[in-house]
């Protein structure tokens, strides 16, 4: 079977040898291997019962993107932190697709009062040999506009952060959270790691690429419908302050993390919104 469900992770394996992991907590894929390698990092100390969001993997971030001071819901809203529903698998000539949904009346009642919206998630996890698309559908089922933020907060594994680059932001504008939020254009063609990083670059282009190390190896990320791109590494005081994070463990994760959060989407009553990656190796 290319797919199958146990103890709440999904499962999906390609003939060719690549497989994923996704757990219905979040839909949170939590394994992707492809060429024989783990491509995803996960905590040692990642919390997989249901009690917190699984720190690794790709947390799906929706509706909202850190805190909002009008909307009572934690850091990155509810999606990462609520039970899907498995919808099943699909086979299409080289690929092996699974989806998941999540409804309003899955929230629990803090939350729907916090978000008060009617509202139909679909989430798509597509592997192919060397590939994995995530791609999210949002159905306004209100009868009014609604407004989110969404944004897959995929953390890569590598062996040494101090190696990694990503490309493709040059010339962007970001919001540098570890400046209070200042905002200023990224000069260099790289963007390399060398201690705390955790900014916002405004309107990045569809194709951007993490050099996993210094010797060739590569993953490219093709976005769609997401119009910005977090970096992210904690570094060494912030992997401290994380009880879901071992200390030295931010020298084999970056995190690159597409997503619409400089600006609200706007959804109006009755239409449905997409968006998503498609991360292949090299
Ligand atoms: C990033 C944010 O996307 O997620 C950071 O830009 C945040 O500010 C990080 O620290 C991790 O968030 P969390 O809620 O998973 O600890």
Redesign the pocket.
Known sequence: MPAQEENKVVTLTHASGSSVKVSLFGATVISWIAKDEERLFVSQNAILDGSK?I?GGI?L?FPI??TKSHIALP??GFARNSYWDYLGVLTDNDEVKVRFGLKDNQLTKEQRQAWSHSFRLTYTVTLTATSLKTFLTVKNEDSDTMEFNT?L?TYFRVKDVAQVSVLGLKSLTFAD?VANGETSIESRDAVTVAGEV?R?YQNAPDHLQVNTDNQGHQILIHKEGMKDT?V?N?WIE?AKG?GDFGDEEYHNMI?V?VGSVAQWVQLKSGQTWQGGQTLAVV
Request: charged share 25%.
């Open positions: 969001a720190r947390p971030v993107f850190g850091q990155h944004l907060h959270k955790d916002v977090v992210w904690p912030k994380m995190c993390e």
